[in-house]
C-alpha cells in the first residue's frame, strides 16, 4: 500500500489533498498512466442517482397525551400504509408503500401519483405529513386513536435506512412480446421498440472499485445531500457474477445497505418517482469517496464506459418467468451513444439513472472533501467477496 | 377556409376505426397527417393538419368528442419544471419528433421547446412528473 487513509485524512486537515472525480480520474490514467496517478491523486469522487426501492426512512414521534401505542396497528401517512410493528411511537415507511385505496394498477397502467417515496420527500422538504392510526388501546398507552399533522422539525428522530442500493452494474431492459410492458425500467415498446439501462457507468461507485478494496461496511458516504454511512451489504449482494478481465461484474453483483440522518438531507436528492404502471420508488443520490491507495486502486477508477460491460434481458418473458436468456451483451459507451443493434434491429436506448446528476454529485463530495466537512473512513468490516 | 393543427389521442379500442375516412368523406375536410403513433391494442396517437369550412371543421370536432378521442390543438404548451427534471433521459426515447436533446459530454437533457408538438407521450412517461401539458 502506498498510502494509508489515515496518511489522506491528514492531507485534507492540512489543505493538501487531490481529489478529482471519477470522470477526471479516466483522463489522469489515460494520460499519465495508473502509477503516476496514485502518486498525483489521493481521491476519486464517484456517484449515483437513480432509482432504488429498496429505501425507507423510519422515526419516533413525540407521544400525545394520553399516550398511544402504535406498535402492531395499521398507521398511515398522507394516506399511505407505514409498518408499525415496533414499540409505541416508532414508525417505518417504505419507498414503494401505497395507500390502501389508491387504485394501483386496476385502471391500467396506473399512475402511481403518490407512494412512500413521495412522502419520504415531502417529511424531507418539511411539509405537514398527515398520521392516522387507529390502535387498540393499553394502560399503559390508552389513547385509541390520533390523527395529526408532523413535521421533520418536531419529530425525535428520522433515519433514512435503504437495505438495497447502488447496485454494482444493473440489466438492460427491452421488450420482445407484440405488446406495451409497464416494468421498473420504465415503458418498454413492442417488438424491441427501445431498451432502458440503469446505471451510472463509469461514475458508479461499486464499478470503480469492483472488488470492495476500499468501499466496505463503515464506510462515510454522501446520502441523500447529507452525511451517511455504509451500514451492511445490501440484500441480493451477489459478488460471485462472472467478471470482465478488469474485475467489473458483466450482470448485477454487488450492493449496499446505507444509513444517515435524514434531518441533514433534502428533497432535491431523495426524489419521490412514479413508473407508470409498476408503482412509485425512491430515487436516490448517493456519492462514494474512493481512497487512491495503491496502483490497483488507480487502475480500478479508471475504467471507461467502453470496459463496462451489461446483459439486455426481455422484461416481457424472460425476467418475469426467471430465465436466463440475454438479448445482447453491450457496452455502458454503446448505452449511451442512444442506439444499440439486437440481431441486426437498431434499437433506441434510455437511461433511468441520471448521469448528469451523478456528476453533480461527484463534484459536490469534491468540494466538501477540499473545504474539509467531510472526511474518510476506514471500513470497519469488508463486504461479502 | 379554416385550418388547424391537432393531436388526437385514441383509446385502444378505437385504434380499429377508420376515423379519419369519416372526418374526409362526412366532413369534407382536407387532411395533412404530420405524426402518427398507432399500433393494435395499444392507445394511438395522431398529429392532424385539418383544412376546411369552419362549420364542417366544428362538426368534425363533435364527431371525434363523441367517439371518445381526447384532442387538444397542437401548440407548444408542453413546458418542463427544471426544478423537477433529472436529465435521465427516459423522455427521448418516446419522443416522436426529437424535442429533446442530450449534451453528449455531461448528459444533460435539453427541452427544444420549438419542435414539441405536445403529444403527451413524454408526459406519461416522466417518473418525476417533470413534463406538463395544459389543454
Not at chain 1, 469522487?45 to 406498535?71: D, E, H, R, W
Not at chain 1, 414503494?96 to 415531502?122: C, M, Q, T, W
Amino acid at each position: 500500500m502506498i498510502k494509508t487513509i489515515a496518511q489522506i485524512n491528514e492531507k485534507i486537515k492540512q489543505g493538501k489533498v487531490v481529489v478529482v472525480t471519477a470522470e477526471e480520474m479516466k483522463t489522469i490514467v489515460k494520460d499519465k498512466g495508473a502509477s503516476l496517478a496514485v502518486r498525483n491523486v489521493d481521491i476519486v469522487t464517484t456517484a449515483t442517482f437513480g432509482p432504488m426501492c429498496s429505501s425507507g426512512v423510519y422515526f419516533n414521534i413525540k407521544q400525545p397525551k394520553p399516550k398511544i401505542k402504535l406498535g402492531g396497528s395499521r398507521v398511515f401517512l398522507n394516506g399511505v400504509e407505514a409498518y408499525a410493528g415496533f414499540a409505541a411511537a416508532d414508525i417505518f415507511i417504505g419507498a414503494a408503500a401505497l395507500s390502501p385505496e389508491g387504485p394501483r394498477n386496476s385502471i391500467y397502467p396506473g399512475e402511481f401519483k403518490y407512494g412512500g417515496a413521495h412522502v419520504i420527500e415531502d417529511l424531507v422538504r418539511g411539509k405537514d405529513i398527515k398520521l392516522e392510526a387507529a390502535v387498540y388501546g393499553t394502560d399503559c398507552y390508552p389513547a385509541k386513536k390520533i390523527k395529526t399533522l408532523i413535521n421533520i422539525r418536531d419529530i425525535n428522530e428520522a433515519v433514512l435506512f435503504n437495505f438495497r442500493n447502488a447496485y454494482q452494474n444493473y440489466n438492460a431492459a427491452a421488450n420482445v412480446s407484440d405488446k406495451v410492458i409497464y416494468t421498473y425500467m420504465g415503458t418498454l415498446r413492442p417488438n424491441l421498440g427501445n431498451v432502458t439501462y440503469c446505471s451510472a457507468g463509469q461514475l458508479s461507485p461499486l464499478l470503480n472499485d469492483p472488488l470492495y478494496r476500499t468501499i466496505g461496511i463503515g464506510t462515510k458516504i454522501f446520502l441523500g445531500g447529507g452525511q451517511g454511512y455504509i451500514a451492511w451489504q445490501g440484500t441480493q449482494h451477489n459478488p460471485l457474477v462472472k467478471r470482465a478481465e478488469n474485475k467489473t461484474p458483466l450482470s448485477p453483483a454487488a450492493t449496499v445497505a446505507v444509513i444517515g440522518d435524514l434531518k441533514q438531507m433534502s428533497g432535491q436528492w431523495l426524489r419521490g418517482t412514479s413508473f407508470r404502471g409498476y408503482g412509485a420508488t425512491l430515487t436516490v443520490g448517493i456519492g462514494v469517496p474512493i481512497p487512491i491507495i495503491d496502483e490497483e486502486a488507480a487502475r480500478h477508477a479508471a475504467v471507461t464506459d467502453e470496459q463496462i460491460f451489461t446483459q439486455v434481458i426481455d422484461y416481457s418473458k424472460v425476467y418475469p418467468q426467471g430465465a436466463k436468456e440475454i438479448l445482447a451483451k453491450v457496452s455502458y459507451a454503446e448505452l449511451k451513444s442512444g442506439e444499440i443493434k439486437i440481431a441486426g434491429k437498431k434499437v433506441p436506448t434510455a437511461s433511468i439513472s441520471s448521469y448528469y446528476k451523478a456528476r453533480e454529485i461527484c463534484q459536490i463530495l469534491k468540494k466538501r472533501i477540499e473545504g474539509k466537512e467531510f472526511f474518510l473512513t476506514e471500513p470497519v468490516a469488508p463486504l461479502p467477496r | 377556409m379554416y385550418s388547424n393543427k391537432i393531436v388526437l389521442h385514441f383509446p385502444s379500442n378505437l385504434v380499429d376505426k377508420p376515423i379519419i375516412y369519416k372526418l374526409c368523406k362526412d366532413f369534407d375536410l382536407e387532411f395533412n397527417i404530420l405524426k402518427t403513433f398507432v399500433n393494435p391494442k395499444e392507445e394511438g396517437l395522431m398529429v392532424l393538419e385539418l383544412k376546411g369550412d369552419k362549420e364542417q371543421y366544428d362538426k368534425a370536432i363533435k364527431y371525434l368528442k363523441k367517439e371518445g378521442i381526447k384532442f387538444q390543438t397542437l401548440s407548444k404548451d408542453v413546458t418542463r419544471d427544471e426544478e423537477k427534471c433529472v436529465h435521465c433521459g427516459l423522455c427521448l426515447s418516446v419522443c416522436p419528433s426529437s424535442a429533446f436533446e442530450v449534451n453528449l459530454e455531461t448528459r444533460e437533457v435539453s427541452f427544444r421547446k420549438e419542435k414539441c408538438i405536445a403529444c403527451g407521450m413524454c408526459v406519461d412517461v416522466c417518473p418525476y412528473k417533470a413534463m406538463k401539458v395544459k389543454f
